[in-house]
């Protein structure tokens, strides 16, 4: 619902576009791991052209409507597979393409002219948060030349939360704490780069279980994190929440990572000067 109800997680997303686009220029293409796009072993879709797929139900017919029609990246998928087999990783490669809602959702705010390749990889959703981050790892060259890496999913998931209480919950509910503390415990956990406590977290975290009863929307993360690497604390971009504890938390990583903070941070200043300015 965030492509049509943007709320802060839209309005985040696509200043973040504007700020990438002038403090780093245009990636070369985006790689995209999304919580919905899965296999049995690591695949690349190596299609030409992408669009939206519409991998949902009992939601507005107006979301049917919205389109990404965005180029593949299928030299970009032959430089992944060569990284794969140097580190001895299994990677499949097919020649389809499309974009699952966790992806043409984001892409749509920060690019939304679809001018930027995309390279979906589908990851091992029963792989550990340790294997994803290793298969991040892998993938750190392509950070360095030119690739956006983004991990697509959600800081809390758990949709009986959502819908389960009574019936749908407001958007705007009250946050559970459980969720807050979740939330508040990932962001100290990532400051202090307590990878060990990171990477363990359905048994260090509270409310672990609660918040990703099964924890395929928070894998992608630890696949960005990886290819960010550890010396960096990942930072906390942005920090929402829908009905109450749906998290949208988004997190950068890398060398970069503060730059990007405090850039972020200087251009939402700047957005909330511009309408007095304007007065």
């Known amino acids: ?23 780093y220029g245009r990636p070369r293409a985006v790689l995209m791991i999304s919580a919905h796009t899965s296999a049995g072993q690591p695949h690349l879709l190596a299609a030409g052209q992408h669009q939206a797929i519409y991998d949902f139900g009992g939601f507005p017919d107006q979301l049917r409507s919205l389109r990404y029609d ?25 020649q389809q393409g499309g974009l699952d809602h966790g992806a043409w959702v984001p892409l749509r705010y920060l690019y939304p002219d679809a001018d930027v390749p995309v390279l979906p990889l589908a990851f091992v959703a029963e792989e550990s948060p340790a ?38 919950q407001p958007i705007d509910a009250v946050e559970l704490e459980s969720s807050r503390a979740f939330r508040t415990w990932w962001q100290q956990r990532s400051t202090a780069r307590d990878w060990q406590a990171l990477l363990d977290y359905r048994a260090q975290a509270p409310f672990a279980a609660a918040m990703h009863p099964s924890d395929e929307h928070l894998l992608p993360w630890f696949i960005a994190a990886g290819a960010g690497g550890r010396g960096a604390p990942p930072q906390r971009l942005h920090a929402s929440l829908t009905f109450g504890a749906l998290g949208m938390d988004a997190y950068a990583f890398g060398p970069a990572a503060s730059e990007l903070a405090q850039a972020m941070k200087s251009s939402e200043s700047a957005a909330a000067i511009l309408p007095a300015m304007r007065v």
């Open 1 to 23: 619902m965030t492509a049509l109800e943007p709320r802060e997680a839209g309005a985040f997303m696509q200043r973040l576009g504007q700020v990438l686009d002038a403090n």
């Open 131 to 168: 294997q994803q981050f290793a298969l991040g790892e892998m993938l750190a060259p392509l950070a360095r030349a030119g690739v956006l890496i983004i991990g697509s999913g959600s800081i809390t998931h758990n949709l009986s939360l959502v819908f389960g209480r009574g019936g749908m």
């Open 70 to 94: 965005a180029k593949g990246a299928p030299e970009l998928a032959q430089e992944v597979i060569t990284l794969a087999s140097q580190a001895g990783v299994p990677m499949q490669l097919a």
